[in-house]
């Protein structure tokens, strides 16, 4: 089985915008019964929970993030999207994307968002 990939990250001043996306190694039909979310990691952390989409297209969002992230997802690609507007130097971290309840897939490498102050 593949992994997930995670893209867009980069290094922006506060205020900036990214656009992540995740492309999944599942079929079709799992990408489009599953909800999948997008998570962040500062190394010796815990991950945490930004972001959920649920199959019909439903939205979570982490209190932090609420009002400047969108979530989305293409099921005809199989991948899950994160707009990043308003970025805040606290948002610096490894973002992961994955399904939102078990069983997971295997981690990917994630990718890296920097905002400067």
């Known amino acids: 089985q593949g992994r997930l990939v995670e893209s867009g990250g980069g290094l922006v001043q506060e205020g900036g915008t990214l656009r992540l996306s995740c492309a999944t190694p599942?079929?079709?039909?799992?990408?489009?019964?599953?909800?999948w979310s997008w998570y962040r990691q500062t190394p010796g952390t815990e991950r945490e929970l930004v972001a959920s989409i649920g199959p019909p297209g439903d939205t979570t969002y982490a209190d932090s993030v609420k009002g400047r992230f969108t979530i989305s997802r293409d099921n005809a690609v199989r991948a899950i999207y994160l707009q990043m507007n308003g970025l805040r130097p606290e948002d610096t971290d490894q973002y992961f994307c994955?399904?939102?309840?078990?069983?997971?897939?295997?981690w990917g490498q994630g990718t890296q968002v920097t905002v400067s102050s």
């Open positions: 599942v079929d079709a039909r799992t990408f489009r019964i599953r909800a």
């Open positions: 994955n399904t939102y309840t078990y069983p997971m897939l295997p």
